[in-house]
């Protein structure tokens, strides 16, 4: 009897001594001790979290995984887009890096309006003129420069492996190809390897880039020079010549990502750091915790009609500030400072009424149908010292402008869109703006990204992020307020459905069944008008637990994301 429970004592501990460092329970993502990515490709996240365990840090994750996911999820992932990047390091120290594109040199104000000067209809979103100058590598060269431990080679290696080997479509990537393929076949000269002629992909097809391997192996052996100039600069002017767009070389060797100090306020016994201008995101954000700390939101509940219906009410007033505003801050006086004043916005907030929304003649309804091309790319990473890396990356529109470069294999970003190309007309984002954010050349169109960290009583807490245009800021906000104030795992956070407004159109996103019918009077009995869309945002965030374990949260109901660790 003794030996049996001996055995049993043995198989037990067997069992638990053979237990990986990641795990996941109910309720909670992906468990870590040492490190984890969380992004929207589980190959991408894997890349990353390889990374951690040969000894790299968070930075090195970082550039790994972008990479990656430049082959694996091209529909967001890039080498020609932006990319903004928040850091916390393990000693609190904390900074941000800017790689938004930029207009080209040739660009001017009414580039996109035709002789009476109406918008020409999708130029800023299809083809060679909706391009920016793009600026993710050189922030991932500068980020790598200043943290990366281990070498730049072999931080870029994994996804030359990738786009030479080739890798499984998911659904969702068969899907999102065969919906791109008759706008790849309009915009560009020549046939795309993507565009596939006897079937439509099917989820499994295997897919190789070798094109965007040669592209990749010039950035390992070059580094910046080795997109920036070279061959691949040549390949994207010849490009540009061909579909005539305007970005030279001169435009590429001239592109520098800005190291920018990130803006940061006090939420309760939190500290929300987050990306300052270009991004509208980090401001916007901040002023609306500033606005939610004088709200019982944790008594009313997440998706209550008086939390619902206040929390739009600051949305709406904080997209109006946007729209006015939030543009480069090298080229515009960008308020911030203004914005985020709490007596500002305590006033801005007073008139928010409790039982009806704010009429106001200067609300005009919108015509946004859809916002379902709004691909850009979030991830998260810490690692085992604890510093912490939230980055987002986008092309724009799914695929960008959908110009693949010929011989270079990957696509062009469609950014100019996120300029005003016209003063009070809406973009593909029903996002209006003005002056601020008025196309001049060489300055960087205004960003909704939103990479943000969280730090609670001077420790890391969480890292958060989202793709989704101008959903992305409220995406952020609402999966922070559902742990910070509805006390919410990571993942229940990231699960929990969500809402929209910003300003113009006047109207609630609502996700399809987020609400019972009854919420759904009381919010129209206040005057709002509400709009049901399938999906708000694809979050992949990490929380760090109070026994210093960290919960990886992928957006597991809204894409193919992952939370890996170790
Ligand atoms: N293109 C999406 C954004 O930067 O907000």
């Keep these: 009897m003794r030996n049996q429970f001996y055995l049993f004592f043995l198989l037990v501990l067997f069992i638990f001594s053979c237990q990986p460092t990641a795990q996941k329970t109910a309720n909670r993502g992906t468990l870590a001790k040492n490190g984890l990515v969380s992004s929207s490709h589980p190959l991408a996240s894997e890349v990353g979290v390889n990374i951690l365990k040969k000894g790299g840090n968070a930075a090195d994750a970082t550039v790994a995984t972008f990479f990656a996911l430049s082959v694996v999820y091209p529909v967001a992932g890039n080498i020609a887009g932006s990319a903004f990047v928040v850091y916390r390091l393990k000693d609190g120290q904390i900074g941000s890096i800017d790689g938004r594109e930029k207009a080209p040199a040739k660009a001017h104000r009414d580039m996109f309006l035709d002789k009476d000067g109406n918008v020409i209809k999708d130029l800023s979103l299809l083809g060679h003129l909706a391009v920016g100058v793009p600026g993710s590598v050189d922030a991932m060269v500068e980020m790598h420069k200043k943290f990366g431990k281990l070498a730049w080679k072999d931080v870029i290696q994994p996804a030359i492996e990738l786009a030479n080997n080739g890798f499984k479509l998911t659904k969702r990537e068969a899907e999102s190809?065969?919906?791109?393929?008759?706008?790849?076949?309009?915009?560009?000269?020549?046939?795309?390897?993507?565009?596939?002629?006897?079937?439509?992909?099917?989820?499994?097809?295997?897919?190789?880039?070798?094109?965007?391997?040669?592209?990749?192996?010039?950035?390992?052996?070059?580094?910046?020079?080795?997109?920036?100039?070279?061959?691949?600069?040549?390949?994207?002017?010849?490009?540009?010549?061909?579909?005539?767009?305007?970005?030279?070389?001169?435009?590429?060797?001239?592109?520098?990502?800005?190291?920018?100090?990130?803006?940061?306020?006090?939420?309760?016994?939190?500290?929300?750091?987050?990306?300052?201008?270009?991004?509208?995101?980090?401001?916007?954000?901040?002023?609306?915790?500033?606005?939610?700390?004088?709200?019982?939101?944790?008594?009313?509940?997440?998706?209550?009609?008086?939390?619902?219906?206040?929390?739009?009410?600051?949305?709406?007033?904080?997209?109006?500030?946007?729209?006015?505003?939030?543009?480069?801050?090298?080229?515009?006086?960008?308020?911030?400072?203004?914005?985020?004043?709490?007596?500002?916005?305590?006033?801005?907030?007073?008139?928010?009424?409790?039982?009806?929304?704010?009429?106001?003649?200067?609300?005009?309804?919108?015509?946004?149908?859809?916002?379902?091309?709004?691909?850009?790319?979030?991830?998260?990473?810490?690692?085992?010292?604890?510093?912490?890396?939230?980055?987002?990356?986008?092309?724009?529109?799914?695929?960008?402008?959908?110009?693949?470069?010929?011989?270079?294999?990957?696509?062009?970003?469609?950014?100019?869109?996120?300029?005003?190309?016209?003063?009070?007309?809406?973009?593909?984002?029903?996002?209006?703006?003005?002056?601020?954010?008025?196309?001049?050349?060489n300055k960087r169109m205004l960003s909704s990204m939103t990479p943000t960290i969280v730090e609670k009583n001077g420790k890391l807490l969480m890292v958060v992020g989202s793709p989704g245009g101008t959903t992305i800021i409220t995406t952020v906000y609402q999966v922070m307020l559902n742990v910070l104030a509805h006390k919410m795992t990571m993942q229940e956070a990231v699960n929990a459905k969500r809402f929209h407004h910003q300003w113009q159109p006047d109207i609630i996103l609502m996700e399809k069944g987020a609400i019972p019918d009854s919420v759904k009077t009381r919010l129209q009995n206040m005057g709002h008008i509400i709009s049901e869309i399938g999906g708000l945002g694809k979050v992949d965030a990490i929380l760090r637990l109070p026994n210093g374990m960290y919960e990886g949260a992928s957006d597991l109901n809204r894409s193919d994301g992952a939370a890996l660790g170790y």
Excluded at 209 to 222: M, V
Excluded at 247 to 267: G, M, S
């Design 177 to 441: 190809l065969n919906r791109a393929k008759e706008q790849f076949k309009k915009i560009n000269s020549y046939s795309l390897h993507v565009v596939r002629e006897d079937r439509s992909w099917q989820e499994g097809d295997l897919i190789f880039y070798k094109d965007l391997a040669k592209a990749l192996e010039r950035i390992r052996d070059s580094g910046r020079d080795g997109f920036y100039k070279g061959e691949t600069a040549e390949l994207i002017a010849k490009e540009m010549e061909k579909g005539k767009g305007i970005i030279t070389k001169e435009d590429l060797a001239n592109y520098k990502a800005v190291w920018r100090t990130p803006v940061t306020t006090a939420y309760k016994d939190c500290k929300i750091i987050s990306m300052p201008p270009p991004s509208s995101g980090g401001i916007a954000l901040l002023q609306l915790m500033q606005g939610s700390e004088n709200y019982p939101f944790t008594k009313w509940g997440q998706l209550n009609s008086q939390t619902i219906h206040t929390m739009t009410e600051l949305e709406r007033r904080v997209y109006a500030d946007r729209a006015t505003h939030l543009g480069d801050p090298d080229f515009y006086k960008v308020p911030s400072e203004m914005l985020l004043n709490p007596e500002y916005n305590k006033k801005r907030n007073a008139s928010i009424s409790p039982v009806q929304k704010t009429l106001s003649s200067a609300i005009k309804e919108g015509n946004v149908k859809s916002i379902e091309s709004v691909e850009t790319t979030h991830f998260s990473v810490v690692d085992k010292e604890g510093n912490a890396f939230s980055i987002t990356t986008t092309l724009n529109s799914y695929f960008g402008s959908k110009v693949m470069v010929e011989g270079g294999g990957f696509f062009l970003n469609n950014e100019m869109d996120d300029f005003s190309v016209k003063a009070g007309v809406a973009n593909q984002f029903g996002a209006i703006g003005g002056e601020a954010n008025a196309i001049i050349a």
